[in-house]
């Protein structure tokens, strides 16, 4: 059975991934901090988002453009005219609500069929007493709602200590154009060709009428996106090369999204049709995971032709062209945008990973990250915390882990619970340093030198050295197999 969002909200602010912002005031609407493990996590997302498609390849470059940009910039982009949601406002409670959205919340009415009793109906649904279907506001039941009025989602600021309209600028809502305009001093800086591109990760920002969901939709969150440049008179494989290209861009996410755990059948690639399509689009396709809430968006790659450079153009008069040397002739690039969000990602990985199975009668919760995402690597536990030496051993082993992976040390309670505390935030191996790795002069039992590692996803375990543990999470959080570590070290009967 999928997880439900509750688990993973709970889960997430008892292990320390996520916390409401500001809660000890109360929270404010939408806004989310990550937290010790969450921002492990979410580096992690990027840090091999950014290795795989900038750094791994060589048409990519990578770019961090300011999230204030000159206010034209929106106004070519087409944000200032267009990015907006019709909105509705209760006259009475004030409350304001996407005119598109009404129909899809419960409802407060009270029934004159009872006597003028409060009722909260379901969404869409009619009053069982009266037959009645709202017409008033659905929060306070007694308001008139405003015709549908236009309402830009960029959030405004003023630069400057003077606030008055010369001074308006906005909160990017999208990193892409930050790539648009440095478009020409990539290429020529960089000394690119076509096909390139440049990814770019970073926050952005969208005054949204109805965010929610836990972190799948909010007012600020961070996006991976890439703005893939090609010349539109190319042929690639009998194809044009936009087309071409956006196959493949839709293929590599695809996969990219599967080799760091989401299960196949929790993703499926969606079109849109000709109407959903925004006007500059000549083919837009969504990735969809299956979400808690159910199949929602988790990426999209559009091929935005060459509206943006063009655009730019128009509203800079400054040439955004790419010079064509086989047929000697400027040429505006077709760019294909794969664009992800780093929290909706963050969310699908989170749930994909979570499982809950029962071990010897009891309930094991375990997160079962790709080695790569997991926000600690290797946790080191002494099975006495009592014994001097055991705990100081205990920390030098973490300390020589810790010099190239995220390690812990934790020897707050017994060892079975600390193991079960691992398994939840998805530590895919555990360390323990025992009365053998120390030996007991006492008994006139000598040091084995030895060291327990615990396999996360088959609790299996294996007794290796000391000298090699490094040698061997070097090969395990690369991908080798616990099997082959399994067999060479075998751990003695337990
Ligand atoms: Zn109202
Ligand atoms: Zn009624």
């Not at 609500?97 to 379901?122: L, Q, S």
């Not at 997991?374 to 100081?392: C, F, G, M, S």
Request: contains cysteine; proline residues 5%; neutral net charge.
């Amino acid at each position: 059975m999928p997880v439900t969002m509750d688990t993973l909200v709970s889960l997430s602010k008892r292990r320390g991934f996520i916390f409401q912002s500001s809660e000890i005031y109360g929270g404010i609407g939408s806004c989310w901090d990550y937290g010790p493990l969450g921002v492990e996590l979410k580096q992690n997302i990027k840090r091999i988002w950014w290795r795989d498609y900038i750094q791994r390849r060589p048409d990519m470059v990578g770019l961090d453009a300011s999230i204030i940009m000159h206010p034209t910039v929106w106004k070519a982009s087409g944000h200032v005219d267009n990015f907006t949601d019709p909105m509705v406002d209760c006259l009475e409670c004030r409350h304001r609500f996407r005119a598109d959205k009404v129909d899809e919340m419960p409802w407060v009415h009270y029934c004159a069929a009872t006597k003028g009793n409060k009722f909260t109906i379901p969404a869409g649904e009619a009053c069982s007493h009266c037959g009645e279907r709202r017409t008033q506001c659905p929060d306070c039941g007694k308001g008139r709602l405003t015709a549908p009025r236009q309402f830009n989602l960029m959030f405004k600021t003023f630069m400057g200590p003077v606030e008055e309209d010369a001074a308006l600028t906005y909160l990017r809502p999208e990193t892409a154009q930050g790539i648009f305009v440095n478009f020409d001093n990539v290429a020529q800086s960089m000394r690119r060709k076509l096909p390139f591109g440049i990814g770019q990760i970073g926050k952005a920002f969208r005054n949204e009428i109805t965010p929610g969901n836990f972190i799948f939709r909010t007012r600020e969150f961070e996006q991976m996106e890439i703005e893939y440049f090609v010349n539109p008179r190319d042929t690639v494989e009998g194809k044009p090369a936009d087309e071409y290209w956006h196959e493949r861009w839709i293929a590599d996410s695809l996969a990219w999204f599967q080799r760091y755990g989401l299960r196949a059948e929790n993703l499926r690639l969606r079109e849109h049709e000709k109407d959903e399509l925004a006007h500059y689009a000549k083919r837009t396709a969504d990735i969809e995971y299956y979400f808690p809430i159910g199949w929602s968006e988790l990426m999209g790659i559009a091929n935005r032709t060459d509206f943006d450079l063009k655009q730019h153009a128009k509203f800079s008069g400054k040439a955004l062209t790419y010079f064509d040397e086989e047929r000697k002739e400027h040429v505006v690039p077709y760019v294909i945008e794969p664009s992800a969000g780093v929290d909706r990602a963050l969310l699908a990985f989170l749930a994909d990973a979570y499982q809950e199975e029962e071990v010897r009668g009891e309930k094991r919760v375990v997160l079962r990250f790709h080695p790569e995402l997991a926000p600690v690597k290797v946790a080191v536990l002494p099975l006495l915390k009592k014994r001097e030496d055991i705990v100081r051993t205990a920390h030098t082993v973490r300390d020589t882990l810790a010099r190239h992976w995220a390690v812990v040390y934790d020897d707050t309670a017994a060892i079975g619970r600390l193991y079960r505390r691992q398994d939840e935030v998805g530590t895919p191996y555990c360390v323990t340093v025992d009365v053998q790795t120390v030996g007991d002069s006492d008994k006139g039992e000598s040091a084995d030198g030895k060291v327990t590692i615990r396999d996360r996803d088959s609790m299996e375990q294996a007794r290796v050295p000391i000298d090699a543990l490094s040698t061997v999470f070097l090969d395990l959080l690369n991908g080798g197999a616990w099997s082959a570590v399994a067999s060479k070290y075998p751990a003695a009967k337990a």
